[in-house]
């Protein structure tokens, strides 16, 4: 398995930005997919999950952190197995290196620890 994410840049305060995670080499349902974010010094974080729907009909369910709540927007594309993260009004305390997670299983949305599949990380840096 397989998360490659991109869109990852620099921009100014006010911003928008786009990330994306591909998926490969599986063929899994994911219990949830999720974007973490690692400032310089600080531990990695949750920041936003998206929990796939029961049947296709449904809608599907996100979480997000307060930080990032009403600016960034998580989404999912099914059928190619894609993860976005839509990022509006950036701040400079978004600086961060961005990673992409998913899970087979259960547990906490934001811990670490709860999730088994990575991607590699995409550097974002917002300029005031």
């Known amino acids: 398995v397989r998360l490659v994410e991109s869109g990852g840049g620099s921009v100014q305060a006010g911003g928008s930005l786009r990330l994306t995670c591909v998926a490969s080499?599986?063929?899994?349902?994911?219990?949830?997919m999720a974007w973490f974010r690692q400032k310089e010094g600080k531990e990695r974080e949750g920041i936003a999950a998206i929990f796939p729907q029961a049947i296709p009909s449904a809608p599907t369910r996100e979480l997000y952190a307060d930080s990032v709540k009403g600016r960034f927007a998580i989404s999912t594309d099914n059928s190619k197995n894609i993860l976005y993260l839509e990022m509006n009004s950036l701040k400079p305390e978004d600086t961060a290196i961005y990673y992409c997670?998913?899970?087979?299983?259960?547990?906490?949305?934001?811990?670490?620890?709860?999730?088994?599949?990575w991607g590699q990380g995409t550097q974002v840096t917002v300029s005031s």
């Open positions: 080499g599986t063929t899994y349902t994911w219990y949830t």
């Open positions: 997670a998913a899970r087979t299983w259960g547990g906490m949305w934001n811990r670490v620890d709860d999730y088994n599949f």
